[in-house]
């Protein structure tokens, strides 16, 4: 049974993901070639930011993305640890670097952004320092994941870094914003109703699934390679 | 409790056998200091400004530095076994742990950082806050720092990985901590840092103790 | 009577497989002799025995109960001495012996007699890095017998002791074995004790 468990639930993910990722792989394109049409051509230049309003189109949803995907890397975690569901830690080794280029474009472009903004590329504004911070975390996580000659045993502490780090984010969000309140208020997500206007609003969203699309993309191709590289692994001790 | 009680004292009582391994991290703790003000040059309102931001930095560091032994001693000569194999929670043998460790490096750091605030041209106040920000802050950088020497037992880099994970759970304690000496700096009260402080040992306290004993019996597998 | 029953019990480690479905039991006044060659998995299972491993499947019973459900209940009943001694080397023998008890909440009070089974009574006070590799492991072997659990689980205790020592442990073996005691030991020396059931793992 047990041999079983493990082999045979990578098999089957494979079959889904092949079964999957061709429409999901158009779906994206589809979305991002919409989005980024939304974005750059249909919406109307900020009164204030001008064009650099565009740049937040990729800025806001990378932030979203990352953070989902830290909330991602602890529930794989939490499966691995509580159920030691093998493709969990497959899937954790797959979406941490993701998560950090995300983390990682978000920082990016919010640096483009605050250069014509504030004069600056960096300023050390609570969400940007958040997000800083956040990127960290996914540093952390890939390279303890990745520290051990036994693989297992860097899946589960990484495993156990993640719930950690899940607990740990809203009391580092809390303490980088009292330490520092400079930024514009979070309008989206506020509650009433989001008092963003709709011709910024659509894109924004648009571009919001289609990077979620293009993350699942990326985190079901990664995770095929790991179960390869896992098979080479455990093929070649077999030698 | 009597294992806790045991454990606890078998630690002290090593360091005790070796009280150079803490000399050095408080050396550590001086000497990196003192480095600042060479390095920015000597205008107290500068130093003095800053005083605590490098203080607790320092604090940190050096509590980081000394972390890294923590667990790997046992894990190298086969004590560990013994601590999974102990008829009592794991969780409390981390705890001991970490309060050995606390009360090593912690409390004598929290002692030396006002005597070091007078070489920054600290304040009556300032020191104060200093000193017992740290108190009650380092217990919150033991129980992180454990956690991460757990995480990484065996690990290739250990030391540098150690800091890579720690640091950033460290952060809220850090603002905190040195927020506490800035603000008694224009003149207002520091108890609400030094509450938030407490509430960040205490939450530490309550979730750290049950990942550190994860991630020890992952290290033991 | 049968006290430890073990059903199943497998393994893997970095993906493969290194203790295959194993079963046995064991009475009181048994002594079980892990054999196999280097990497057959005796380790492992001596590890997956105290718990310290998560066993992919089977079950260990004590005294007919799951051990898995009283974790510290069971790690009372178990001596342990793995590869490493587990001994630390700035604190005397006598030290060293004295914490192991209360770390396991026991009784010290046969501290004693276990220092005086190893010969160790003119080493108690010298501390344990200052002693020689068999010293050790006999200092290691006396935690175990001052441990007074009923199954002593030990990973080559033969290693690193002389003809002298090596006696010794026949004995105190022995003696604990006839007072009801079992034991499991993984080694590729045979043991030289009677009546000792042979466990030989694969490759």
Redesign the interface.
């Given at each position: 049974m047990a041999s079983l468990h493990v082999l045979a639930n990578p098999a089957r993910f494979r079959r889904f993901s092949q079964r999957v990722l061709p429409a999901l792989s158009v779906a994206t394109a589809l979305a991002l070639a919409v989005g980024l049409w939304l974005a750059l051509v249909e919406s109307p230049p900020d009164y204030q930011q001008g064009e650099t309003v565009r740049i937040m189109f990729l800025h806001v949803p990378s932030a979203w993305l990352s953070m989902m995907g830290y909330a991602l890397l602890a529930a794989l975690g939490a499966s691995l640890l509580v159920w030691r569901h093998p493709l969990a830690a497959l899937m954790a080794r797959a979406a941490a670097p993701v998560g950090a280029v995300f983390a990682a474009v978000c920082l990016l472009t919010g640096a483009l952004w605050g250069r014509p903004m504030w004069g600056t590329y960096w300023v050390w504004d609570a969400r940007l320092t958040s997000m800083l911070l956040l990127f960290f975390l996914y540093l952390g996580h890939i390279a303890l994941s990745r520290a051990y000659d036994d693989s297992e045993r860097g899946d589960r502490a990484a495993a156990i870094l993640a719930l950690v780090g899940v607990i740990n984010l809203p009391v580092i969000k809390f303490s980088v914003d009292w330490w520092n309140t400079l930024h514009q208020p979070a309008s989206v997500m506020k509650l009433g109703g989001p008092s963003i206007d709709p011709s910024i609003l659509t894109p924004l969203l648009v571009m919001a699934l289609a990077l979620l699309l293009l993350f699942v993309v990326l985190v079901l191709l990664r995770t095929e390679t790991e179960i390869d590289r896992r098979r080479l692994e455990a093929a070649e001790m077999a030698l | 409790m009597?294992?806790f009680?045991?454990?606890l004292?078998?630690d002290l009582?090593?360091v005790w056998?070796?009280p150079g391994d803490v000399m050095v991290v408080l050396a550590f703790f001086v000497v990196a200091t003192v480095l600042f003000p060479l390095g920015i040059g000597p205008e107290t309102n500068l130093l003095a400004r800053i005083a605590a931001g490098i203080l607790w930095c320092a604090a940190l560091f050096a509590a980081l530095l000394s972390l890294e032994r923590l667990f790997a001693a046992d894990y190298?000569?086969?004590?560990l076994?013994?601590?999974?194999?102990?008829?009592?929670?794991l969780e409390l043998a981390a705890l001991a742990k970490c309060l050995a460790h606390w009360i090593v490096t912690g409390l004598p750091l929290a002692l030396l950082a006002p005597l070091m605030g007078l070489l920054f041209g600290l304040s009556g106040d300032g020191l104060l806050a200093v000193g017992l920000t740290l108190l009650v802050g380092t217990p919150a950088l033991s129980l992180i720092g454990g956690?991460a020497a757990a995480?990484?037992l065996?690990?290739?880099?250990g030391g540098a990985?150690l800091a890579?994970?720690a640091?950033?759970?460290c952060?809220?304690t850090l603002?905190?901590g040195a927020?506490a000496v800035e603000v008694v700096a224009i003149g207002e009260g520091f108890l609400t840092h030094l509450a938030i402080l407490g509430a960040?040992a205490l939450?530490s306290l309550a979730?750290?103790p049950w990942?550190i004993a994860?991630?020890l019996r992952?290290?033991?597998? | 009577m049968t006290e430890l029953e073990v059903t199943g019990l497998s393994c893997r480690r970095g993906g493969r497989p290194v203790v295959r479905n194993i079963a046995f039991t064991l009475a009181r006044g048994e002594l079980l002799a892990l054999t196999g060659r280097n990497g057959s998995g005796k380790t492992t299972l001596l590890r997956a025995l105290a718990l310290l491993v998560t066993a992919d499947a089977g079950v260990i019973r004590w005294r007919g109960a799951d051990v898995r459900y009283d974790r510290d209940g069971w790690h009372r009943q178990i001596a342990w001495l793995g590869h490493l001694d587990g001994l630390k080397g700035d604190l005397t023998v006598a030290e060293n012996l004295a914490t192991a008890c209360r770390l396991r909440e026991a009784p010290a009070t046969r501290v004693a007699d276990a220092v005086a089974a190893f010969d160790l009574i003119p080493l108690a006070n010298r501390a344990v890095r200052t002693l020689s590799a068999g010293q050790r492991r006999r200092a290691a072997l006396a935690r175990v017998v001052a441990a007074g659990a009923p199954l002593w689980l030990l990973d080559e205790p033969l290693n690193a002791l002389d003809a002298p020592s090596q006696a010794a442990l026949r004995t105190t073996l022995g003696k604990h074995l006839a007072a009801g005691g079992l034991a499991i030991a993984a080694t590729h020396a045979p043991l030289d004790i009677p009546n000792v059931r042979i466990l030989e793992l694969g490759p």
């Open positions: - | 009597t294992g009680g045991a454990l004292a078998r009582r090593l056998r070796r190298e000569d086969g004590a076994d013994l601590l999974l194999l102990a008829p009592w929670p956690l995480l990484t065996g690990a290739r880099r990985l890579l994970l640091l950033p759970l952060v809220p603002i905190f927020g960040l939450l979730t750290l990942a994860a991630a992952q290290a033991g597998e | -």
